[in-house]
C-alpha cells in the first residue's frame, strides 16, 4: 500500500517509551545532564536503533507493520471474533526450485511443521492441543504456517515460529524420516482419482514445466535428497525477510506490534534479496488443445476446461482483465449459460486461480446425458467466438457491478489479508488492494485484445470425470477419448501391397487424429506416405481415389507425375490420399490437408517393413491480426 494513500498510525506506548518512528510517546522532564547522557546513548546506538525501528500504515481496516527485521505483517483486528488466526507466509515453493531440487519445498515443509505440531502436542511451548490449533502446506508459490488461538497466545506463536522454523536446526534423521513420508505420499496419491485428475490437468496445461506443479516432487530426486542440500535450500528461503504475517480476529493490534518486536528484532536477516529469488524464467505457454477421460465414482459426468492465463506478477494488466472476464461468464444472464441451462446443463461454473507466475482460467459443467456432446461442443465453440457474444456494453457493465459488490464484501472478511498476501510481490502489496479501481476502469478494446490472445487463439486442455458404466452406456470414446501431442507421433504401419487402413490400431489411431483435427482447428496436416521398392509400383482398382485427387487442388498439381497410367497408383500416394480422403468427408476443409508420397529401398525384412507406412506433420497456424487493426482496432462497418 502507498504511504500517500494511507494515514499513518499512532501508537500509543506507555510514559516510560521515548519517541520512534510513526510512534508518539510522552517523555517526562529530567536534568540536563542526563539529558546530555542519553543524547550521547542514542547517537551511538542510531545505527541499530534506525534498522530495527517499525514502519506502520493504516489502510481502511487494515494495518501493515514492516519490522526492522526485514518482517512485513498484514494486521486486521475484528473484536467480533472469537479467535485469532495467526498465519506465516514464506516465498517458498515449487516455483522456486529447479528439477533436480523438485520436492524440497515440501520436504522442509513437512521437517519444520512437525517440530510445531511436536511442541503443540507435547505442551512444551506453553501452547497446546485444547488452545491452539495449526496446520501447514506448500504450493507453487509460498509455504504457509497457521495458527488458531487466542490472544494471550499470539507472542508464544511468534516464539515458536521462530525457534522451529527461522532458527531451526534440521538432522539427517529429519529429513530421512520426512523423506520416507513424502515418498508414501507419491505412491498414496497414484491411488486418488482426484489428485490424478489435476496432474493429467497440470500436464496438459505446461507439458515440459508440469514439474514445476507437483508439490510433492519427483521421487527419483527425493531419493537423492541428503541435509546439504535440503540445508541449502532452507538457508536461502526461510528468512525473516522472506516473512509476511497475516493476523485476524480478535486481538489488540499494539500488543501484537510490540510481541513482534520482541521475538524478531534480533533474528538476522538472509544475505539475499528477496527480489532475485522471484525473477524465474517463465513458463512455456502450452501448444495444442488437448483432452483425457478419467473414470471416476462421480454421479454425473462433469468436464473442466481449463487455460493457460498470466499470472498476477507477469503480467499485471492481463490479471486484471482475467478477473472481469470471470465476473462476465459467471453471470447467469449471459447467451452461454442459457444456452447451457436449456440444454439441461446441472452446473455451469468458471474460477480464475491467479497466481503470481501463471494463472488457470477453469470451466467446470455437468451436462445432462441426453445432450452430452452437444452440450460439449457447444461450449467448446463458444469460448473460441467469445468476442462476438460477450463484448458489448451491457454485459461489461454488468460484471463490473459484481465484481465490485464481491470485492468489497470480501474487503470486509478476514480473508482479505490473505488474498493481499498471496500477491505480495517482493516489498510491493499493491495488486489487490488496487485490484477493484483496476478492474473498473478496463475498457471494451482493452478486453478484446486479452479475449483474442488468451482464448480465441490460445489451446485449452478439457478433462472428463465419469463412471465407467456412463462411459460405455453413451459411447464416450466415440467423441472424446485421450488426446494430447503425441497424435503428431502417429505412424500407420501396413501389409506388403496393401493401401487401406487396416487392423484396430490403425483404425483407433485414425479416429484420435481426426477428433485431434476436429479440436485444434488452427492446425493444419500433412499427410506423409511411403512405400518400399519391393511392392508392387502400381496398385489397382483405384477409380474412386484418383477422381477424388483430381477434385483436390493440392493433389491435382502432381497426378500427373504420379499417376502413369489411370486407373492404376503407385502404392506410397494411394496411402497418403486415402487418409487425407478420410479427413475430407468428415469434415476437414481441403485447406488444411496437404499430402506427400514417397518409395524408399530396404535391404532387408525389417527395413521393408519400416517402410510401409504413413506419418504426419502438423503445423499451427497463427491467426494474427493486420497491422491496420493491431494498431487502430477493427474497421467500423
Known amino acids: 500500500m502507498k504511504k500517500s494513500n494511507a494515514e499513518r498510525f499512532i501508537s500509543r506506548f506507555n510514559s516510560y517509551k521515548f519517541e520512534r518512528k510513526n510512534r508518539i510517546s510522552k517523555i517526562y522532564a529530567i536534568s540536563i545532564k542526563s539529558l546530555l547522557y542519553v543524547g550521547l546513548v542514542i547517537l551511538c546506538l542510531a545505527p541499530a536503533f534506525l534498522s530495527a525501528q517499525t514502519e506502520t500504515t493504516v489502510a481502511g481496516d487494515l494495518i501493515y507493520a514492516r519490522e526492522g527485521s526485514g518482517l512485513n505483517a498484514v494486521l486486521m483486528p475484528r473484536p467480533q471474533d472469537n479467535n485469532t488466526e495467526i498465519i506465516f507466509y514464506l516465498q517458498a515453493g515449487t516455483m522456486y526450485e529447479s528439477d533436480s531440487l523438485n520436492g524440497v519445498t515440501s520436504l522442509l515443509n513437512k521437517i519444520l511443521s512437525d517440530k510445531i505440531a511436536n511442541a503443540i502436542k507435547n505442551d512444551k511451548s506453553g501452547l497446546n492441543q485444547q488452545n491452539t490449533a495449526f496446520s501447514s502446506y506448500s504450493n507453487t508459490e509460498q509455504t504457509v504456517f497457521k495458527f488458531v488461538t487466542t490472544s494471550q497466545n499470539m507472542q508464544t506463536c511468534f516464539q515458536l515460529f521462530r525457534d522451529s522454523v527461522l532458527l531451526s536446526n534440521i538432522s539427517m534423521a529429519e529429513v530421512a524420516r520426512a523423506r520416507n513420508t513424502t515418498l508414501q505420499q507419491i505412491e498414496d496419491a497414484k491411488h486418488d482419482l482426484g489428485k490424478i485428475f489435476e496432474d493429467k490437468l497440470y500436464k496438459g496445461l505446461y507439458v515440459q514445466d508440469h514439474y514445476r506443479f507437483e508439490i510433492l516432487g519427483n521421487p527419483t530426486r527425493l531419493k537423492t535428497f541428503d541435509r546439504n542440500l535440503v540445508l541449502a535450500a532452507f538457508k536461502k528461503y526461510y528468512a525473516v ?11 489488540s493490534a499494539l500488543s501484537a506490534e510490540a510481541s513482534m518486536d520482541v521475538v524478531f528484532k534480533d533474528v538476522l536477516k538472509n544475505e539475499f534479496n528477496p527480489e532475485t529469488i522471484t525473477k524465474i524464467v517463465d513458463l512455456r505457454p502450452m501448444t495444442y488443445n488437448t483432452q483425457f477421460v478419467i473414470e471416476d465414482t462421480i454421479n454425473n459426468p462433469e468436464f473442466q476446461m481449463c487455460w493457460q492465463f498470466p499470472g498476477t506478477n507477469n503480467n499485471l494488466h492481463e490479471s486484471y482483465c482475467a478477473f472481469l472476464l470471470n465476473a462476465m461468464l ?5 447467451y452461454i449459460q442459457v444456452k447451457a441451462a436449456k440444454l439441461g446443463c446441472k452446473k455451469f461454473t468458471v474460477q480464475y486461480e491467479p497466481n503470481n507466475f501463471s494463472g488457470v482460467m477453469r470451466i467446470t459443467f455437468q451436462p445432462s446425458r441426453q445432450n452430452m456432446l452437444a452440450t460439449y461442443q457447444f461450449i467448446t465453440n463458444e469460448m473460441l467466438r467469445l468476442d462476438k457474444t460477450m463484448l458489448n456494453e451491457v454485459m461489461i457493465g454488468a460484471a463490473k457491478i459484481q465484481f465490485k459488490k464481491e ?19 517482493f516489498n510491493n502489496d499493491a495488486y489487490f488492494p488496487d485490484m477493484c479501481d483496476s478492474v473498473v476502469s478496463i475498457g471494451a478494446n482493452r478486453l478484446e485484445k486479452f479475449i483474442n490472445n488468451y482464448f480465441t487463439q490460445a489451446p485449452h486442455i ?9 462411459r460405455n452406456a453413451l459411447k464416450v470414446d466415440s467423441f472424446f477419448t485421450d488426446l494430447d501431442q503425441n497424435v503428431g507421433k502417429y505412424v500407420f504401419t501396413y501389409p506388403e501391397n496393401i493401401t487401406s487402413i487396416v487392423g484396430n490400431d490403425n483404425n483407433t489411431k485414425l479416429q484420435n487424429l481426426l477428433q485431434w483435427l476436429i479440436l485444434n482447428p488452427d492446425i493444419n496436416i500433412q499427410v506423409n506416405g511411403f512405400s518400399d521398392e519391393h511392392e508392387y509400383r502400381k496398385a489397382t482398382d483405384e477409380d474412386s481415389i484418383i477422381q477424388f485427387m483430381d477434385s483436390m487442388p493440392t493433389f491435382h498439381k502432381v497426378t500427373s507425375e504420379l499417376i502413369k497410367h489411370k486407373p492404376s497408383i503407385r502404392p506410397e500416394l494411394a496411402r497418403s490420399a486415402k487418409v487425407v480422403r478420410y479427413l475430407y468427408e468428415h469434415g476437414i476443409v481441403a485447406e488444411r490437408i496437404t499430402g506427400t508420397a514417397m518409395m524408399f529401398k530396404s535391404s532387408n525384412n525389417q527395413e521393408a517393413d519400416d517402410n510401409r507406412k504413413c506419418t504426419f506433420t502438423l503445423n499451427k497456424i497463427h491467426k494474427s491480426p493486420s497491422l491496420f487493426e493491431y494498431h487502430y482496432g477493427k474497421k467500423k462497418e
Open 241 to 251: 525477510n522472506n516473512t509476511v504475517i497475516a493476523i485476524t480476529g480478535n486481538f
Open 462 to 470: 478439457t478433462g472428463l470425470k465419469i463412471s465407467k458404466a456412463d
Open 330 to 334: 459467471n453471470d447467469k444472464n449471459n
Open 407 to 425: 470485492y468489497n464484501a470480501l474487503k470486509k472478511t478476514k480473508d482479505y489479508p490473505k488474498w493481499i498476501v498471496k500477491h505480495w510481490v
